[in-house]
Structure formats: structure tokens, C-alpha cells
């Protein structure tokens, strides 16, 4: 979808994490009542981890669910919550047992975004769209039956989801028409009386991004190889996430360059090349490493896991 410009939306959530999360810890009654939908499309499913004081430390999350009866009652807040102005359910980290180390006292829930007491605010990035938002649950009450998996065991929960976040194609193919329309541009495009494609520069640079895409592609066909195998990646999907991510920041920035000044222009320029998706995939560069955790914190997954070296 994303190699043809298909409009994606936010699907993959469930398709690439949450679905596996509901699969290895869900309930059979979550499992028949969610898995169904997520595979036809028909269900959307934000994820509710980062909070204003929980980013990279995200076991220092401070949403509180407290148990009443048959449900719990929820408050907090959640940000930088990709798609949850169109989905159904927030699948959502919060703090159980504030007693209990921070890494012990977290649960997991599947939560209704139409319940009473939840609020979504936009967050407009600075390509001026809205992708993100900040979600807050005031009072929220949830029924019991909606948690996944243990109770105060969502944090190492998790770190299984993030694995499975991290395995996500898209990593590799969200710029990727950008990068087609960037070769075509090059062909078709004269500076000075030659084609771009004749200046040496150019010519390296998407000679280089071409080598870049294709060893993203083994990183990320492994593993989806290994996920057929019902092999949970750990090191690998951060491998994969971290190089792909970096490819698409390389990506933005060698578009710009090319196309000089007139890559700032943005879509509702008449005279934007590529109809501005050169300005617009600069500007969201910058996040594809640090959503779905930071790269620093990837290295560090990949040093420790997949090299084995100490632990600083």
C-alpha cells in the first residue's frame, strides 16, 4: 500500500502489534472478538503508552487504573498518540499497583474510545497535519474483562509488543514513492542544459539510496521470516528499525538537496515539484526515530542482545 501511495491511515497498529499482543496474551473472548475485525480492517487501535513525563523511561508512566467493583476506574493522560481521532479502542498502559516498583505495577487494557470521561486533543506537527494527539481519562470506567493479559505484568508485556512495533515494513517503505518520483525527476530535469542525472553527485546520491533500500528490504524480510516462524525478533526488528528509519531520513534529505529550493515548497504551491512531497517528507523525518523508540535506545538493544556486550 505504502510502495503505491495507497492511503494507509493507521492500520497497522493492530495489524503488526496489537493483534500479536491480543494473540500470545489475550483472553479467547478478546481473541473472537477482536482479531476478526483487525484482520478485515474494520477495527482501528491506538496505542496509549507515551505520557508527557514517559517517553524512553516508559516504566515512569503515572496513568492510574483503580479497581471498583466489576471494572476500573482510569485517569491520566496519554500523548503522541498516532491515530487515535479515528479508532475504535486505545490499547492502553497504565499503573496498577503505585505501591510496587515502577517496572511491576503496570497493566494492560483494551479501552472503548467512546466511553464517558475520554477526551482527544489534536497535536498539528510541523508539517501542519495531524497525526498525533493527546488522549485524556478522566474517571473512565472500564470493565474488568478488558484487561489483557496479568495483572501489574504489562510492562515486560510490553517489551514483547515493542519487538513486534519494531517489525513494521513501514520503517522502510513510508518515503518510498518519494523516492520513485525522485529518480523520475532527475531523469526528466535539466540544470544548466544537462539532465540531473548526468551530474556525478546526483548520481551517487541515488545510487547510494538505492543500495540503502535494498538491504533495508533483507533487514525487514527477515523479520517477517521470523515471525512466520512464531519467533518473537528482538534484536533484529531493532536492527531493522533503526537502519530503515535512518534510510528514510537520508531519503528526505537528499530530496532536498536535489531539488534545491524548490524542495521547501509545500503542497498547496502550485509550483512544488513532486506536489510538495519533498518539504512534507523533510518535515516529518525527524520523528521516524525517535516514535517506536529512540534510536539510541535500539543500539542499545542490539549491543546488548545481538553482540552481547556489557551492559554500561
Known amino acids: 500500500m505504502l510502495r503505491y501511495g495507497a492511503p494507509a491511515g493507521g492500520h497497522w497498529y493492530g495489524d503488526r502489534q496489537l493483534g500479536a499482543s491480543i494473540v500470545v496474551y489475550g483472553t479467547e473472548e478478546q481473541k473472537r472478538e477482536f482479531l476478526p475485525k483487525i484482520r478485515s ?11 508527557p513525563e514517559a517517553g524512553s523511561d516508559l516504566a515512569s508512566l503515572q496513568t492510574r487504573a483503580v479497581e471498583d467493583g466489576d471494572d476500573f476506574i482510569i485517569d491520566g493522560q496519554k500523548t503522541w498518540t498516532g491515530g487515535a ?12 499497583d ?17 466511553l464517558p470521561g475520554i477526551t482527544i486533543n489534536p497535536i498539528v506537527d510541523m508539517s501542519g497535519r495531524h497525526h498525533v494527539n493527546e488522549v485524556f481519562f478522566d474517571g473512565v470506567r472500564v470493565p474488568k474483562k478488558m484487561m489483557v493479559g496479568e495483572k501489574n505484568r504489562g ?24 523516492f520513485e518520483k525522485l529518480v523520475a525527476y532527475a531523469k526528466e530535469t535539466k540544470r544548466d542544459g544537462k539532465p ?26 527477515r523479520v ?18 533503526a537502519y530503515c528509519t535512518d534510510f528514510q531520513q537520508r531519503l528526505a534529505d537528499a530530496a532536498v538537496h536535489i531539488l534545491g529550493l ?8 502550485k509550483w512544488a515539484p513532486l506536489d510538495g512531497l519533498v518539504a512534507i517528507g523533510y518535515l516529518l523525518a525527524p520523528r521516524y526515530t525517535l516514535q517506536g523508540g529512540v534510536s539510541e535506545i535500539l543500539r542499545n538493544i542490539i549491543a546488548l542482545r545481538g553482540l552481547e556486550l556489557p551492559a554500561r
Do not use: C
Open 262 to 269: 524548490a524542495g521547501q515548497l509545500m503542497p498547496d504551491s
Open 196 to 221: 540531473l542525472t548526468k551530474a556525478p553527485l546526483i548520481r551517487n546520491r541515488l545510487a547510494e539510496l538505492f543500495i540503502e533500500f535494498e538491504v533495508g528490504r533483507l533487514l525487514v524480510y
Open 41 to 51: 480492517g474494520e477495527l482501528f487501535i491506538a496505542l496509549g503508552m507515551s505520557e
Open 85 to 96: 481521532h479515528h479508532s475504535d479502542y486505545i490499547y492502553l498502559l497504565v499503573r496498577t
Open 155 to 178: 510492562w515486560y508485556q510490553s517489551v514483547v509488543q515493542l519487538d513486534y512495533e519494531r517489525s513494521g515494513m513501514e520503517r522502510l517503505m513510508s518515503n518510498y514513492p518519494l
Open 224 to 241: 517477517a521470516w521470523m515471525l512466520d516462524q512464531e519467533i518473537v525478533p528482538n534484536y533484529e526488528s531493532s536492527m531493522g528499525k
Open 98 to 114: 503505585p505501591e510496587a516498583p515502577k517496572h511491576r505495577g503496570i497493566s494492560e487494557f483494551l479501552v472503548d474510545l467512546k
